[in-house]
């Protein structure tokens, strides 16, 4: 099946620095990927839709300046988490549609676990 | 605000005992999905139920889905203390809109 990958796993960072998570497809192509949050033991909430050659659609209540995203080619998207604060730390993963597009399964990346101390 | 709320919200049960997550959701939907994910992971798709249909199986897995009540179940038949996760569903209208989840235990 598709592979979906994400760098770091992990991060630990300072307050205010800025820190970049990869989501990658491996072995297909992805002009639309997703964004998402987890919080500990709560749903996935959708942050925004990573779009190849075009900007990004936030979903409403998510900071555009604060999480940047840029989806520099068919098999990458960056999300930028800007001068991160403590309240930013949680579970981020990312996720790309299989064939057929957005309608069908997503394949999700195996998440990265940002904490800002 | 989430599309789908999923009753249990946590479930414990032995090893090969029957395990029926339920998901009810508010609006109307293309299609309705139950994602797995072990603790600290990505997710993993397990089924899609196209909102035409009301049953669907795979494997030790059964969906059904009614849109009249918009609602769905997901059951596991002979649960594994490896089918220990937490089990999301998922709406798609015009985006994947996920439930709350069931953290499920499956003990020896």
């Known amino acids: 099946g598709a592979v979906v990958s994400q760098h770091p796993s992990w991060v630990i960072c300072k307050s205010g620095t800025s820190v970049k998570i990869e989501c990658r497809s491996l072995?297909?192509?992805?002009?639309?990927m997703f964004w998402y949050r987890q919080f500990p033991k709560q749903s996935l909430m959708l942050m925004a839709t990573?779009?190849?050659?075009?900007?990004?659609?936030?979903e409403q209540g998510v900071e555009k300046d604060k999480f940047l995203i840029n989806h520099a080619s068919l098999t990458l998207s960056t999300l930028t988490v800007t001068s991160a604060h403590p309240e930013d730390s949680s579970f981020y993963i990312c996720s790309a549609p299989g064939y057929g597009g957005s309608y069908n399964e997503q394949f999700f990346g195996p998440g990265t676990r940002l904490t800002v101390l | 605000s989430q599309q789908g709320e999923e009753d249990p919200q946590a479930l414990s049960i032995q090893e090969g005992e029957n395990a029926t997550m339920n998901c009810s959701y508010k609006?109307?939907?293309?299609?309705l999905q139950w994602y797995r994910q072990n603790s600290g992971r990505g997710l993993v798709h397990l089924i899609l139920i196209r909102s035409n249909e009301r049953e669907k199986h795979s494997g030790r897995l059964r969906v059904t889905l009614d849109t009249s009540k918009k609602s769905s179940s997901l059951l596991i038949t002979a649960s594994r203390a490896a089918d220990t996760a937490s089990y999301f569903c998922a709406t798609f209208a015009s985006k994947l809109t996920f439930g709350t989840g069931t953290r499920l235990q499956v003990t020896l």
């Open positions: 990573s779009n190849e050659g075009s900007k990004a659609t936030y």
């Open positions: 609006t109307s939907i293309n299609n």
């Open positions: 072995d297909f192509q992805a002009t639309t």
